[in-house]
Nanobody, 122 residues
């Protein structure tokens, strides 16, 4: 199971750190991803990280502002979000995958958790 937390209301330019806690003893076997869905829009890729944390990948819209990381000892993946913009407002969800396809595709992920709402006010 995956459970995201850390969302909330923040002003433009502010920061938030999201966490995604995973249950089970095989967390380190999964590559992880963060996705978001704004009202009325499709779910979109935000960031991904390999099982060991050595490889990361970002959507162009968040590159340079967001950082994904993981702590396999704590079964947790993080998303540090800086310089937030109103267009970052969305429900953010984490997901896990075992495959080797493109990490920015929703269909590549096997497990999803409920999201956490991030609202950026101007």
């Amino acid at each position: 199971q995956l459970q995201a937390s850390g969302g909330g209301l923040v002003q433009v330019g502010g920061s938030l750190r999201l966490s995604c806690a995973a249950s089970g003893r095989t967390f380190s076997s999964y590559a992880m991803g963060w996705f978001r869905q704004a009202p009325g829009k499709e779910r979109e890729f935000v960031a991904s990280i390999s099982w060991g944390g050595g490889s990361t990948y970002y959507a162009d819209s968040v590159k340079g502002r967001f950082t994904i990381s993981r702590d396999n000892a704590k079964n947790t993946v993080y998303l540090q979000m800086n310089n937030l913009k109103p267009e970052d407002t969305a429900v953010y969800s984490c997901a896990a995958r075992t495959g080797w396809g493109p990490p920015n595709r929703v269909s590549e992920y096997d497990y999803w958790g409920p999201g956490t709402l991030v609202t950026v006010s101007s």
